[in-house]
């Protein structure tokens, strides 16, 4: 057959395979989210996600030093906290004394090199559930008052030595808002990765165990946004980043390759993907059953998010599969 063009010539081989290679995962593209509870020799596994833990501060300082190891060389930081220090105003999420500012402090003395990135959000520390603050008698989630809570926030994490701050709440304005707060605080180096992106998911749950952060009443789809529309997103991302954010967050992250991959076409700024409890949870529990190969469903699904256009992915599968590239 006269077939002049035959693309099988370049899968040939691995050597071919790997010279033709479009798209490559390294340990350098992960952070790696870790939930940190107070107290000592804990390690309390989150049956929903198997595998991850709440961690008190000894334990959590040994993973930090396993993942840098790796070359994992940042973590996302998630507090569990006593329900007895979850208040209508969340004044916890600004207290230096806190666990998750006492966390940031200790790995960066043990480990300065680690970056760190805070969640920037109220709903672990509000004892409604929100990632704003709620008007008692309207139900309603007060957008520019939580702005102001939202910035003693980030600035206590960058005191304690946070590199980056995650905004995931989702309320208007709050990349403006925090951007000046810092930098009038001395904080112009500290990096705002935003969630400009993030969806009323149903992929949450898992992570809303490890925290005991679900909503007391209602839902968020009144901040987080529609799972019908992607022109939205596209808005958010240049509100976003005309505010000052340095990175765009698509959250969640496989049913959303295709916001990713827009966001990368119409964005200069590096863009990341949060590859959720969720999708972790299903891998986890097909895999277990022995319906699909774990190593091989992990490498795959994170390489899907580089090819899609992410630039960084947080991901639970990020020191199994830093393992795995070693090896490999």
């Known amino acids: 057959m006269k077939i002049l063009s035959r693309p099988r010539r ?22 790696a989210p870790l939930f940190v509870i107070d107290g000592k020799n804990q390690k309390i596994a989150i049956k929903s996600m198997p595998g991850q833990y709440r961690l008190s501060l000894d334990n959590l300082l040994i993973e930090v030093q396993e993942l840098f190891a790796l070359g994992i060389k940042c973590i996302a930081l998630f507090p569990v906290i006593d329900e007895k220090l979850k208040t209508p105003d969340a004044r916890e999420a600004y207290n230096p004394e ?38 008692p008698h309207s139900g309603e989630i007060l957008n520019d ?40 605080a001395g904080f112009e180096r500290v990096i705002i990765m935003s969630y400009c992106a993030k969806y ?65 076409s119409t964005s200069h700024l590096p863009i990341a993907a949060y ?3 969720g999708e972790y949870a299903m891998v986890k529990a097909a895999a277990q059953n022995g319906w699909i190969e774990n190593d091989k469903v992990i490498l795959e699904t994170l390489l899907c998010f580089r090819r899609a256009g992410a630039d960084i992915i947080l991901t639970y599968f990020a020191k199994e599969a830093a393992q795995l590239l070693r090896k490999s």
Do not use: W
Not at 121 to 133: C, K
Not at 160 to 182: E, F, N, Q
């Open 275 to 277: 590859n959720v409890s």
């Open 98 to 135: 806190s666990i998750n500012a006492r966390a940031i402090r200790a790995i960066k003395q043990a480990l300065p090199e680690m970056m760190i990135m805070g969640d920037i959000a109220l709903d672990p520390y509000s004892s409604e559930g929100h990632d704003g603050l709620l008007d």
């Open 10 to 31: 370049n899968r040939q081989t691995e050597v071919l395979r790997s010279m033709v290679r479009e798209n490559h995962l390294s340990a350098q593209n992960l952070i």
């Open 200 to 264: 009323a998911s149903a992929y949450y749950g898992p992570f809303r165990e490890a925290l005991d952060s679900a909503p007391k009443k209602g839902d968020k789809k009144s901040y987080q946004m529609d799972p019908a529309n992607s022109e939205e997103a596209l808005r958010e991302a240049r509100l976003d980043e005309a505010e000052g954010a340095d990175i765009l967050m698509v959250k969640p992250g496989l049913p959303y390759l295709d916001i990713i991959h827009r966001l990368k």
């Open 145 to 184: 008052p939580t702005l102001e809570v939202l910035a003693r926030q980030a600035i206590c994490q960058a005191k304690a030595g946070a590199d980056i701050i995650g905004p995931s709440d989702m309320m208007d304005g709050r990349v403006g808002y925090l951007r000046c707060a810092l930098d009038e």
